[in-house]
């Protein structure tokens, strides 16, 4: 019985050794692979950034919409402050959850500033040793207490706000997704527009084949229960239940006809974020003729970086959208 007990303790320790080593490969990688796209800028790219300056915009910097450390936004406003109103782009920051800063995107919101949009990079709780309770739940609903804070500061500074956007990359991209499809009707101003790249947008063992959860269903369950901060046990996968308790942190199960027109981009070869899941997206919003762009890049995984023609391609589609959904106001 002893060497029965040892075996049967020896094969835990491995299981529970797999399952962390599985959550921080997660983590770690998913925080860090997509920095390169974030800091490498191509010829092709170079219209999409902007030589900030008091010609262009000012940027207002950790602005608190809360008590905690994290709570704090980033706006950046044009310098024509004389229109009656004004639309709201939000870009969350790329870092697995568990990394990465507003301040990473400073050249996507000085660029959006420079078109006439009020831009605000806002940041939120991370996972961390500090903070294990900390999921992307906790984080959506920190971007989602957020907002009423990001309006009433530009109005402040005399920029009204009536319309948004929400976009973002990776993690926030997940974030963007989830306050453009389950929070807008609750948003303080309309939003009409999300726009990601390489954001998750669902949680089903069998598409994340990289990290082996279509065979190790109990790694699968720990991870996601880090990621929803709900109890998930194997046996739920497949079921009703299983979408119930994840709909919180999955935007895939948020789509339909009212749905806000999406603009996206992955990479046919991302291993930190499962492709499958986002044809899962895709086919989700042809499904309710949800107006739509998605742009897959051939040869890339998680960063973008092997295909800079398709990633402008991408780029191009959120200039065209931003003009059809939320034109600056003349």
């Avoid at 605000?120 to 309770?133: C, H, Q, R």
């Avoid at 609903?141 to 948004?164: C, F, N, R, W």
């Avoid at 051939?298 to 780029?315: A, F, I, P, T, V």
Wanted: hydrophobic share 35%; aromatic share 14%; charged share 25%.
């Amino acid at each position: 019985m002893n060497k029965i007990s040892d075996k049967a303790e020896k094969k835990s320790k491995k299981t529970v050794k797999f399952v962390f080593l599985c959550v921080l490969a997660f983590f770690v990688s998913f925080a860090g692979s997509v920095v390169f796209k974030m800091t490498y800028e191509p010829a092709s790219l170079k219209q999409y950034s902007v030589d900030w300056s008091e010609e262009i915009g000012t940027v207002h910097k950790n602005l608190s919409y809360g008590e905690e450390e994290a709570q704090k936004f980033d706006l950046y406003v044009p310098a024509d402050n004389t229109k009656k109103s004004y639309g709201l782009v939000v870009y969350l920051h790329a870092g697995g959850f568990a990394g990465g800063d507003k301040a990473d995107d400073a050249h996507m919101l000085e660029w959006l500033a420079s078109k006439g949009y009020v831009a605000a990079g806002i940041n939120y709780t991370l996972f961390s040793e500090e903070n294990p309770d900390a999921n992307i739940y906790t984080q959506s609903m920190e971007i989602k207490d957020s907002m009423p804070y990001v309006i009433e500061e530009a109005k402040k500074l005399g920029y009204t706000i009536d319309e948004m956007a929400v976009s973002g990359g990776s993690a926030g991209g997940t974030l963007a997704l989830l306050y453009g499809y389950r929070d807008a009707d609750t948003s303080p101003v309309p939003v009409h527009l999300v726009f990601e790249a390489v954001g998750p947008s669902s949680f089903y063992p069998e598409d994340w084949k990289s990290y082996g959860f279509d065979q190790n269903k109990e790694a699968a369950a720990y991870l996601f229960s880090t990621m929803s901060g709900k109890q998930i046990t194997p046996d739920m996968f497949g079921t009703a239940d299983y979408d119930k308790t994840m709909k919180d942190i999955s935007a895939l199960l948020w789509v339909n006809k009212n749905t806000v027109p999406t603009v996206m981009a992955y990479g046919a070869h991302d291993k930190f974020q499962p492709y499958d899941g986002s044809l899962r997206l895709n086919d989700a919003l042809n499904q309710y003729n949800v107006p739509h762009e998605f742009t897959v890049l051939e040869h890339s995984g998680h960063g973008l970086q092997n295909d800079n023609k398709k990633y402008l391609e991408y780029m191009q589609n959120v200039e065209t959208y931003l003009e059809k959904y939320m034109s600056v106001k003349k």
